[in-house]
């Protein structure tokens, strides 16, 4: 074969390659879209590999060519939910001066991402109490940042307020507020905080 017919090849061959590469991301897409979907309604351990796979409209051995073993499948999920809503930026909170102007700023932004997502965490919550690998993927994208949150939240705090701090922080605590008509629960929960210290 001539430089000139391998050359002309080549692009066609590279545009071919291009489009199956496209269509298997498109693929890989759908499923995990619909797996989010689905972890969010029924929970991460509720969720059958049928479920995802019927509401992603791919055949099983398509859903396993893609996601072998389960693991990275929760982890392509929660990689998803965080790229759409990510958690809130902490670092900013620290321009506020400790105490409950801090408090309020960082458990009002917070409570805001709750509110916007509190059906995915009830239920990956939920189900962390008891599946093992919903409990280790939660703790991998949640620990660090609310190890922060408690950190530069809780600057200058009493005991008492530190431990106020950790419920406040905590979405049952958030829920609760909420459902109970609280007119702004990160103002209460701060001036709780802040009040617990002055004791």
């Known amino acids: 074969m001539s430089n000139s017919i391998a050359h002309a090849c080549v692009p066609k061959r590279q545009y071919r390659l291009g489009k199956r590469a496209t269509a298997k991301e498109r693929t890989r897409q759908r499923i995990v879209e619909a797996a989010v979907e689905l972890h969010s309604s029924l929970g991460p351990a509720r969720t059958s590999i049928a479920q995802i796979a019927e509401k992603a409209g791919v055949q099983r051995h398509t859903f396993y060519a893609h996601f072998p073993d389960e693991r990275g499948l929760s982890l392509a999920c929660s990689g998803l939910a965080f790229e759409r809503d990510p958690l809130p930026d902490i670092e900013p909170w620290a321009a506020c001066s400790p105490g409950v102007d801090r408090i309020r700023r960082g458990l ?33 994208r949640m620990r660090r940042p609310f190890e922060r949150m408690n950190e530069l939240l809780g600057e200058g705090l009493a005991q008492a307020g530190r431990a106020l701090l950790h419920v406040a922080l905590d979405f049952h605590c958030w829920r609760v507020l909420a459902q109970t008509g609280v007119a702004s629960p990160a103002e209460t929960m701060a001036d709780a905080i802040v009040g617990v210290c002055e004791l």
């Open 108 to 140: 009002g932004e917070l409570y805001e991402w709750y509110s916007r997502n509190a059906e995915m965490i009830a239920s990956v919550l939920r189900d962390a109490e008891y599946h093992e690998l919903t409990r280790e993927v939660a703790e991998l």
